[in-house]
């Protein structure tokens, strides 16, 4: 319930307060931050992400069904989806090469 309650609410955000943000990143960090506040994670909350983690790969069927969907798209455009993808991949591992780094040698000190 817990989850569908944030998502609930993060579409509520997105649709009145931050438009430009999609309502299932707004509930995710909205649960994000009650967990950090409460400090642990229940047991049901546990087994339902586990369950979810276990099927993980159903939510990419979606997106194969639209490469497959704009494949004379992106015959066209191939060089551009390429580039994009190299370096959207080289930013996602060096921010987080960067926030581990800052994250790891913050829990160093005592």
Do not use: C, N, Y
């Amino acid at each position: 319930m817990l989850i569908l309650l944030f998502q609930g609410l993060g579409e509520l955000a997105s649709k009145f307060l931050l438009p430009a943000i999609p309502g299932p990143v707004l509930g995710l960090i909205g649960l994000l931050a009650w967990l950090f506040l409460r400090g642990q994670v229940s047991p049901a909350l546990g087994t339902v992400s586990d369950a979810l983690s276990q099927h993980l790969g159903l939510l990419f069927v979606p997106a194969a069904v639209g490469v497959v969907l704009f494949l004379p798209q992106l015959r066209t455009h191939w060089l551009g989806v390429a580039a994009a993808l190299v370096i959207s991949v080289a930013a996602t591992i060096a921010v987080t090469a960067l926030l581990l780094r800052l994250l790891s040698s913050h829990e160093e000190r005592p």
